[in-house]
């Protein structure tokens, strides 16, 4: 689903009018016809603005998700505030030269080695079966939306 028809499914599940969502958001009511019979979507800008409005979270209306992980549909996307403690993570990683990314990439691999190697000895003591832990691949990276 586009994000102009989840927005519209919004709509009608809570019951409010074009008109009504166009002067909260502000937006004008030809470019919400717009979205409906060309088939586009709202510019980035707005997007905020049509969640605080429609009372839904950016991964709600954008992702498919609620926000806790659990998804209607599959999603490459994923949203953070940079006002969060995350968002400035990424950020402060974005600003970083490809030789300093490099190597926190290099320092996380470490990490997750030393917490699979900790979970396997929780694994042994337990007499649960070694080697099933989840190993992370070297997959295509997915797009990131910072707000």
């Known amino acids: ?12 599940r809570r019951g409010m009018s074009q008109k009504e969502f ?3 958001t502000g937006i004008a009511q030809s470019t919400i016809s717009d979205w409906k019979r060309k088939r ?3 510019v980035s800008e707005k997007i905020l603005i049509i ?5 839904v979270t950016p991964y709600e209306l954008l992702g498919g998700t609620d926000g806790r992980g659990e998804r209607s549909n599959p999603s490459d996307v994923i949203i953070i505030d940079k006002n969060t403690e995350h968002g400035e993570i990424i950020c402060e990683y974005l600003a970083m030269d490809d030789r300093m990314q490099q190597r926190i990439i290099g320092y996380m691999k470490a990490l997750q080695e030393a917490m699979n190697k900790q979970q396997m000895k929780g694994c042994r003591t337990k007499t649960a079966k070694p080697g099933k832990l989840n190993k992370s691949s070297n997959k295509k990276s997915d797009p990131l939306i910072i707000v």
């Open 1 to 12: 689903m586009t994000i102009s028809e989840n927005i519209f499914e919004l709509l009608k």
């Open 22 to 24: 166009s002067e909260r």
């Open 40 to 42: 586009t979507n709202p």
């Open 51 to 55: 969640c605080e409005v429609l009372e």
